[in-house]
């Protein structure tokens, strides 16, 4: 059974940047579109950014264009996810998962299963 870890969050000064990865075990990630989503307690798990299975395109949620970098690397099983300009609303638990993939909207995940994410905190 495939199974998701996510790593790589922690507290940040507003501005700050970090780097939050995806692993994968039991399974290949290659072969599938992805995606990052964020959850807060006051809000539902919502799509951040995707990226098809070949890294020929990627989609971004409006409040995090030109901000984040969602890529991959297939060699490797990984999927990552670049916070530059980091602002308090980006805190938040991350997570990644595959999706259907769609370039116009966001993205809806589509594994039953969900890692155990990584928090990110934004705060002076």
């Known amino acids: 059974q495939l199974q998701l870890v996510e790593s790589g969050g922690g507290l940040v000064q507003p501005g700050g940047s970090l780097r939050l990865s995806c692993a994968a075990s039991?399974?290949?990630?290659?072969?599938?579109?992805m995606g990052w989503f964020r959850q807060t307690p006051a809000k539902e798990r919502e799509f951040v950014a995707a990226?098809?299975?070949?890294?020929?395109?990627?989609n971004y949620l409006d409040s995090v264009k030109g901000r984040f970098t969602i890529s991959r690397d297939n060699a490797k099983n990984t999927v990552s996810l670049q916070m530059n300009s980091l602002k308090p609303e980006d805190t938040a638990v991350y997570y990644c998962?595959?999706?259907?993939?769609?370039?116009?909207?966001?993205?809806?995940?589509?594994?039953?299963?969900w890692g155990q994410g990584t928090q990110v905190t934004v705060s002076s």
């Open positions: 990226i098809r299975w070949n890294s020929d395109s990627t």
């Open positions: 039991g399974g290949t990630l290659s072969s599938y579109d």
């Open positions: 998962n595959l999706v259907f993939y769609n370039s116009y909207t966001a993205s809806r995940p589509s594994y039953e299963y």
